[in-house]
């Protein structure tokens, strides 16, 4: 069992910056793929970012590419996403998100574990 709490979230302009954490409790943190996913109102879950178990390998979707970093602290059992110049559309709920193995994955139905999610907000 991992439980996972995010933090970080708030309101920023356009242009700006904000990092979210996601510190997992429970048993070999480092086992697991660690994705994020937002959900803005009235729209399905989407895949942002994940990264392995080492911190070796990332991928990211389109939407983000370039602006949003994720990394791994597996001796803080804790995933961060750097998100830089920040759009209005990244408006959205953000959930961290885990699933025990090796290989990336980017459906939110693969992953088994879920926090409780932050809300980010980007005025213009």
């Known amino acids: 069992q991992v439980q996972l709490v995010e933090s970080g979230g708030g309101l920023v302009q356009a242009g700006e910056s904000l990092r979210l954490s996601c510190a997992a409790s429970g048993r070999a943190f480092s086992t697991y793929v660690m994705g994020w996913f937002r959900q803005a109102p009235g729209k399905e879950r989407e895949f942002v970012a994940a990264?392995?178990?080492?911190?070796?390998?990332?991928y990211y979707a389109d939407s983000v590419k370039g602006r949003f970093t994720i990394s791994r602290d597996n001796a803080k059992n804790t995933v961060y996403l750097q998100m830089n110049s920040l759009k209005p559309e990244d408006t959205a709920v953000y959930y961290c998100?885990?699933?025990?193995?090796?290989?990336?994955?980017?459906?939110?139905?693969?992953?088994?574990?879920w926090g409780q999610g932050t809300q980010v907000t980007v005025s213009s």
């Open positions: 990264i392995n178990w080492s911190g070796s390998t990332t």
């Open positions: 998100a885990a699933v025990n193995g090796y290989k990336i994955r980017t459906a939110h139905r693969e992953y088994d574990y």
